[in-house]
């Protein structure tokens, strides 16, 4: 049972996660820092019981020491104190989890990585940090035909029992989680941000989704609101928690680019789906795959890449050489469908291929898009 009689600050500090909550808070612990901690100690948290010698030894710097210190003294007005403090109480109230590095399911690929965040903070369903994940990642200001690709491939690979990881960012990322969601996977989304700040504000309805089956992830305590330098160093979280990255579209310039780097870095597979050559969101793809990224074009490509790791995901059922036409279509609508496939086709070839009027044409195709089986695609329509 807790002792209603102790303080605040005394409740803070005999909490197993305060040393790690102060870790995190420690001023000027970055990347960088945290790996030299790593390399120094076998157990992270004996930093905190060094001296100030070897403190300035594996390169802590004042403030930082200053914050160990106050830690060693009990003392709760340190600003380092204060904040690890306040942290808790927010996690303590809104259900956060914290999974530190100290804990045996802290993930263990992501152990695996370069400058490892030392806490994790998470709302959702914990389990699923240690199960297989692909990041599916790509611009935010994706064509339609990008969207649908990165909704259709996360829902077969959540139905092959992947955990559909990303940004939860506008556009590719967004199209993924729900995908997944769409299957009854499961998504996991890392963000920028803390785990109670919803952004952009336009997925506000996809961050209250993901925990019921899914989580939310960050290395940002509570409260933390989107600044640019957070989203790169979220990147080498999404692509160091999955087995492999899948580029769906990016510009030359896209941060999913970085992600993809960092992937390499860390030793994961890289994939991407080739696009048209006018289609200047395809163009990071193809840098890409001349750089060795494998070649997508179906879920297959990415389960026959990551054989390799030894877990492969359950077999698909067979692909089926023929479209299924639903019965209940017209002739002229069932004609269209069959000339359909999953490019582009103009009305003109459509016209061509079925013998069609244009009127005739457009009705046909107006029906299959009221089934949802048709697509309105830059270059004219292809099948959903």
Not at 39 to 61: N, V
Not at 67 to 75: E, H, I, S
Not at 85 to 107: E, F, S
Not at 157 to 170: I, N
């Amino acid at each position: 049972m807790t002792d209603t009689t102790l303080s605040p600050a005394d409740a803070f500090l005999r909490d197993p996660c305060s040393p790690w909550l102060l870790l995190a808070h420690l001023p000027g612990l970055g990347e960088r820092r945290w790996q030299a901690i790593l390399d120094h100690l076998p157990d992270p948290s004996e930093l905190l019981t060094l001296d100030p010698a070897s403190l300035r030894t594996i390169g802590l710097p004042p403030l930082a020491r200053a914050g160990v210190l106050a830690w060693q003294q009990g003392d709760p007005d340190h600003p380092a104190m204060q904040d690890a403090q306040a942290c808790w109480h927010r996690l303590k109230d809104q259900a956060i989890q914290v999974i530190h590095w100290g804990q045996p399911d802290y993930p263990s690929a992501l152990r695996q990585i370069h400058g490892a965040p030392p806490v994790l903070y998470l709302k959702g369903q914990r389990d699923l940090l240690s199960r297989p994940q692909i990041a599916i990642v790509g611009s935010r200001n994706a064509t339609r035909s990008g969207l649908d690709h990165a909704r259709q491939f996360a829902r077969a690979l959540a139905e092959r029992g992947f955990v559909v990881t990303s940004g939860m960012a506008l556009g590719i990322d967004g199209a993924a989680h729900q995908g997944a969601l769409d299957v009854g996977g499961t998504t996991l989304a890392v963000l920028g941000t803390g785990v109670d700040v919803v952004y952009p504000a336009a997925h506000r309805g996809l961050a209250a989704a993901i925990p019921e089956s899914g989580a939310l992830l960050s290395e940002f305590p509570p409260g933390t609101r989107a600044r640019a330098g957070h989203f790169p160093r979220r990147n080498r979280i999404i692509s160091g928690m999955a087995q492999g990255t899948l580029v769906v579209e990016a510009g030359l310039r896209s941060g999913s680019l970085i992600t993809a780097r960092l992937a390499l870095e860390q030793g994961r597979e890289i994939f991407a789906i080739p696009g048209s050559i006018h289609n200047p969101l395809a163009r990071g793809c193809h840098q890409l795959i001349r750089q060795g990224a494998t070649l997508v074009e179906s879920v297959q490509d990415i389960e026959e890449q990551l054989a390799a790791w030894g877990s492969p995901a359950p077999a698909p059922a067979p692909a089926e050489e023929e479209p299924v036409v639903p019965e209940h279509l017209g002739a002229e609508a069932q004609a269209v469908f069959r000339a359909l496939a999953f490019d582009p086709c103009s009305t003109d070839d459509l016209c061509d291929r079925t013998g069609l009027s244009a009127d005739a044409l457009l009705q046909a195709i107006l029906m299959l898009e009221m089934d949802g089986l048709v697509l309105t695609v830059p270059g004219g329509y292809q099948r959903a």
